[in-house]
């Protein structure tokens, strides 16, 4: 297989830099794109010289020349349209979440068994250097058993305004399943309980805060900060940072920390420099590194183990399990 024959579904912001990112990429022939408003389609495959546009997503995934497709759409549609692009016989990366419960993954999980398509679902923080630096630290066991964990995943309140974040997905679903995914894959245990709490400030369809407190069956804890709604001023798109304690020392993540800012007549700014920064015309960074090994996979036909379909599953669960807790106020046992 020389190129992989590709298309995009979904073409908001993401979806586009998926685009982008693909087009740019030497194994890849991006031949096809769907988004279901015209305009949009006609300027995204305009820019990348996409040639098949199509404005159902089924239509797409019928082309007997699409070989892999990217599912770049809201999460409440992830079930549906994995499900018919894995009967379609595509090598599918689903963004993440999974799907918007624990049933649909199971649903995909089910389809799994009888397709020949590679899946995997975008988990980008396992792409993320810094976190994979953290993780062969830990396996190595330079810092012990691992006992504690905190995760901060913050954003600005104007980048989380309705419909385009909180009109579509919570706090906890939308970044916390990241750092929950993190902790398990760090700790490799399994969440027995978890305490959540949710803060509505504005009146928009998901609240704006979410906390979660989980036990281990290490006995660790684990707790996920999401608040989504920093002060508009705030100099960094995202302040993320994770700490990790082990019985013998301890690691510090700082994503909040590009290496570089920039004060300029508006304030000072912190451009990303690790998920998908642009540099020399080129979109570089963990999703280009996350992309990459997908196709790399489909091309030498193997299955993904830097995160699994099962892996993806629990993420989903022990977050939905927290949005539980925050909704009964009640300890959940997962």
Known sequence: ????????????????????????????????????????????????????????????????????VSIVTHVDSHREVALEALRRGKHVLLEKPMADTVEGCDAILEELKSSKGIFMVG??????????????????????????????????KNLTAQPRVLGSISPLMGDGIHDIDIMLWMSRAKAET?????????????????WA???????????????????????????????IIGTEGAIYIDASNPGITI??????????????????????????????????????????????PEESREAVRVICAAEESAATGKVVHL
Not at 129 to 148: T, Y
């Open 263 to 308: 004060n300029d007549g508006e304030g000072l700014h912190k451009p990303d420099t690790i998920y998908w920064p642009t540099v020399h015309g080129m979109r570089i960074g963990a999703l280009r590194t996350e992309l990459s090994y997908f196709v790399r996979c489909v091309k030498e036909g193997r299955k993904p183990e830097v995160i699994t």
């Open 1 to 68: 297989m020389d190129k992989v024959k590709y298309g995009v579904i979904g073409l908001g912001f993401f979806g586009e830099v998926h685009a982008e990112v693909l087009s740019s990429m030497p194994d890849v022939d991006l031949v096809a794109v769907s988004t279901r408003r015209p305009s949009r389609l006609k300027e995204v495959a305009d820019r990348f010289g996409v040639p098949k546009r199509y404005t159902n997503y089924r239509e797409l995934l019928k082309d007997p020349e699409v070989e892999a």
């Open 123 to 156: 988990h980008i923080c396992r792409f993320d250097p810094r976190v994979s630096l953290a993780k062969q630290a830990i396996d190595e066991g330079r810092i012990g058993k691992v006992v504690s964990m905190h995760a901060t995943r913050n954003l600005p």
């Open 213 to 243: 407190m989980y036990r281990f069956d290490n006995d660790a804890v684990g707790v996920i900060e999401v608040v989504w709604f920093l002060p508009e001023n705030t100099p960094y798109t995202i302040d993320a940072r994770m700490e």
């Open 194 to 210: 978890v305490y959540a709490q949710n803060v509505r400030v504005r009146d928009l369809k998901y609240p704006d805060i979410g």
